[in-house]
């Protein structure tokens, strides 16, 4: 079996724990000296250690549904990211879109897409104990991970208001007590992908240990531009990680970590999937597409487009984490302070020049982002009647962005003939354009705390409490030039004779909450634990704050809350080498925050806001087999059924303009499972082999969440299936091993999403990485 890179993890005690991955780990990289046998000795028993409730536990132990992967199985992916994860824990999906921004990540069919820069995620991103407060923040490379912690349903009363579908905690490598480190590169064919990662731990003394991790990346992409001659989707990315662990006594560790990266993609460019449409949907001819490539569908492969879409990245960040005894007790603090910028450059006509009837339009829109956070908990022992952690947050997130649309037009009806813009006869060219500074910060205060009663050694009870206050500011002004295509007037009013806003928008939403959880555990046999539980769920209040932003859209987006329920069965059979772990799990959310039908200046539009009411309930496993030594098999398998419940009706909107109860959520397949297999067979001579198997499938799923059904029927993502495989050699003791891949094995072309608006009507699609098969060889040395 191909392990996970094991490391001697600070957990929130400080007190190290060896963790291991029950994912597949199929073509993972090779464990590092001298801990091979460390890591076999968790794999033989099933004592997988998470921080899932702050605190060091047994996975087994912990009564909610966690899906864990470890960071060999993550590297195997191909490129070890969040987005990478999607396919290795059933319940967890993912809505790609042209930047990092405006992706998100949905856990039991729910999550938050929103344009508006005064949104919060619903899926809490958590990298060594620091909250990411924007979503797009955590879409980055994750080089050098332990592993990944995956928390499935509300969980805001340990974790925070952003947290209201669940939370991904990311736990990295920690530094080592001897000198050592790796060195690994990679290649991947169709697109020339390249990659190189190491690192190196560097103990300047017993007491005070050092690890430092980089990576670089390059790929030039998995579409042809027709307009450039080169591909687009590629990237380079390249970064760098510092960890400093310093343990003046033995009561007291604190971990310095500063990182940085840096990130240049060209992507993410949508495909014109289909021809024109109208809007019932029916095929007509329209003289654009002779410029653009032969839509056909999820297989379309090119784009002809003037603007190459991108995003430029730049992020850094440093937090330090104080673990000290009091007593009995473990004190933790954790500072931490993150710097996040991107501009987002995207074409939004997605034709090589302006047209008349076809307007051009670019966007250029830069972001920048700072956050400061400090988190202090007490933490008491676990083996005494009640064991507790309490603990007081707060963060300050501020974002600012100026978000720029230039437009180039002439003439709104589109004659028989393609005309471009300039041609002698064609109508007068005019550029309208628009420029709009906005911004928010938010500001969160939390006291929180979970306590667990172990009225007898197989019966415990799991209580918690939070109380948040949040304070949200935000601000817009918008000039024009001249309103155009995809350009409102200037908002707030133009003042007389000056061409700019009067005043600026200004708005505030204040608001406190008490969310909490309550859960009943008990032990059936020492291998099977029972639990089931309740948890109030919360997200704080919310703007549409947008550059189109309009005076009906200034309304105050209330807080979205949850009630979630969720009942488990956590088993261990025939001395932990079988695995297998049952959820079953209802919420329903009230003032769900998402983009639903408005009314704004006479024309319904999707916008953020309180959209109404939704619900998810579903059933999930988890299986961990190893029959033989260095054989595992790992799957998972997750049925949800997540739909809108009630949506609101905006005023003056038609009752047709609302999704209809009974519509899916979003990205919200009913069915998806994976099944690994990984074994290695040691030879008994100098050369070990290392063969590794991993397959997903997930059903149907909803892209285009609309009121109206022909959008809904066009916008939907067709249920596939993906297979990937490696084989490998290395030597006995790990220290080298190289590994080959093809990965999407049978060639399955798919979208990761599919929006409408393309030019006549067409729509538009996202094309991943893994749509098509392709090629890899890994090698890596430890050292």
Known sequence: MALAVPAAAQTAGGAPDQTM?????????????????????????????????????????????????????????????????????????????????????????????????????????????????????????????????????PQGTLFGKNASAGVINVVTVQPGQKFGGYVEGQYYTNGDEARVRGAVDIPLSEDLLTRWTGFYGRYDGNIRNLATGTRVNGYEHYGFRGQVKWMPSASTTIALIGDYHRNDDDCCAEVIGTGPLTGAGVGFSSPV????????????????????????????????????????????????????????????????????????????????????????????????????????????????????????????AAPATLTPCGTTGAPAITTPFGTADFG???????????????????????????????????????????????????????????????????????????????????????????????TRGYKGPAFNVFFNLTATGTNVIAPETSNSYEIGLKNNFFGGRLTLNLAAFYAKYDNFQANNPDLVAGVVVTRFTNAGQVSTRGVEADLVLRPATDFTISGGLAY??????????????????????????????????????????????????????????????????????????????????????????????????????????????FAAAIANGGPAGSYRYQIPRDADRYYGVTGRVNF
């Open 289 to 412: 597409f002779a410029v653009l490539p032969t839509p056909r569908g999820n297989e379309t492969r090119a784009i002809n487009q003037n603007l190459v879409t991108r995003t430029k990245e730049t992020g850094w960040g440093v937090s330090a984490q104080i673990d000290t005894e009091l007593g009995n007790q473990t004190v933790t603090s954790i500072t931490a302070y993150r710097d996040y910028r991107n501009t987002e450059i995207r074409d939004g006509d997605w034709l090589p020049t302006a047209y008349v009837g076809f307007p051009q339009l670019h966007d250029n829109g830069p972001q920048t982002g700072n956050t400061f956070s400090q988190e202090l908990r007490l933490t008491s022992p676990s083996a005494q009647f009640l064991s507790y952690v309490v603990g007081l947050y707060y963060s300050r997130a501020e974002s600012e962005r100026i978000f720029s649309r230039s437009v180039v037009s002439c003439g709104t």
């Open 440 to 534: 928010s910060v938010f500001k969160n205060i939390a006291a929180f705390g979970q306590a667990t009663a172990n009225f007898t050694d197989r019966f415990r009870f799991i209580g918690g409490l939070r109380w948040t206050a949040d304070q949200l500011d935000v601000f817009h002004s918008r000039t024009t030039t001249l309103a155009g295509p995809g350009i409102q007037p200037s908002f707030p009013v133009t003042a007389t004779g000056t061409g700019t806003p009067a005043t600026q928008f200004r708005g505030k939403a204040t608001n406190t909450n008490v969310s909490g959880k309550a859960a009943l555990q008990f032990d059936l046999t020492p291998e099977i634990v029972a639990y089931g539980g309740y």
């Open 640 to 749: 949800t059924d997540a739909r809108v419940n009630r949506f609101f009706q905006a005023p003056g909107a038609a009752a047709t303009a609302i999704i209809p109860a009974g519509t899916s959520l979003p990205f919200a397949p009913k069915w998806k499972g994976s099944l690994g297999a990984d074994y290695r067979w040691r030879t008994g001579g100098a050369i070990d082999i290392f063969l590794g198997a991993q397959g997903n499938y997930q059903s149907k799923q909803l892209s285009l969440f609309s009121p109206d059904a022909v959008q809904r029927r066009l916008g939907t993502i067709e249920g596939y299936g993906l297979v990937n495989l490696s084989a490998g050699v290395g030597d006995r003791d790990d220290r080298f091993r190289l590994t080959f891949q093809v990965r999407n094995l049978f060639d399955q072309s």
């Open 21 to 153: 991955s029950p994912a597949p780990d199929a073509g993972a990289t090779a464990a590092a000296p001298g801990t091979a046998a460390q890591t076999e000795d968790a794999v033989t028993t099933g004592d997988i250690v998470v921080t899932a409730q702050k605190r060091s536990e047994r996975l087994q132990d912990v009564p909610l549904a966690v899906s864990v992967i470890g960071g060999g199985a993550l590297e195997a992916t191909g490129r070890p990211s969040i987005e990478s994860a999607v396919n290795l824990v059933p319940a967890l999906n993912f809505s790609k879109s042209g930047t990092t921004l405006n992706q998100s990540l949905f856990l039991r069919g729910v999550g938050t897409t929103t344009f508006s820069i005064a949104g919060e995620p619903s899926v809490s991103a958590i990298v060594d104990g620091v909250v990411y407060a924007r979503s797009g923040e955590a879409f980055g490379d994750l080089v050098d991970i332990e592993r990944l912690e995956v928390l499935r349903g």
